[in-house]
């Protein structure tokens, strides 16, 4: 895992999102490193958040940080190119209401996004594994999408183990009540790259909350 590294990226979907730029801008100067803008459509999953014009506006803010997109749409395929222009940086998406995985991929890829696949809990780990080799990262959901401040799925580790087992430098991120108490789960089991809401919005101290988050992950790197 030489070239694998811990990389928190903080979800903003439980913090005052009428003070998205405020809130964001925060986050990455409390040390995180990229942001995770969940986009739900009302769909895909009982949600609505906001989408590319909300995006585009924070990267008129915000220039220089990594934006990574989480679609939870059932047609990925629509948001690629307005995401593009709203200067995502990876558009991760879900592949369970997609039929055809490879071209989406291919389209993402061609607008200048990294591409990540994500599958929900009840998704095996089997349906994505065949795609890892035309993505960028494999997100391995630890709630049902479609809210924040969930309870962490214990049960996924199986998924993040098994990818790790057989893919020494995957891109593996977690997301869904990740926060100080299940992080040591997650890192034994291999992930690397680190979604935390809830307990990173609410943390008293965000620095020390994100620093923990990422040296749990660190130091599981090094044993792995
Ligand atoms: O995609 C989702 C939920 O669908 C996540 O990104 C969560 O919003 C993360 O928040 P916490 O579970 O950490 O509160
Ligand atoms: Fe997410």
Redesign the pocket.
Known sequence: MSNVRALIGP?I??SDLSRLYEESQKLLDNGADYL?L?V?DGHF?P?LTFGHPVVKCLRSKIKDAFFET?M?VSKPEQWIAPMADAGVNQYTFHIEPVNNVEDICRKIKEHGMKVGLAIKPGTPVAEVEKYVNISDMILI?T????????K?MEDQMIKVKHLREHYPLLNIEV?????PSTINCCANAGANMI???????GAQDQAATIKLLRETVQEAIKKL
Not at 175 to 179: E, H, I, K, Q, S
């Open positions: 979800s979907l439980n995770h969940d739900m999953v949600n989480h939870m959901m709630v049902e999408p479609g809210f924040g401040g969930q962490f997301d869904g009540g990740v926060g979604v935390s809401g809830t307990a990173v919005i």
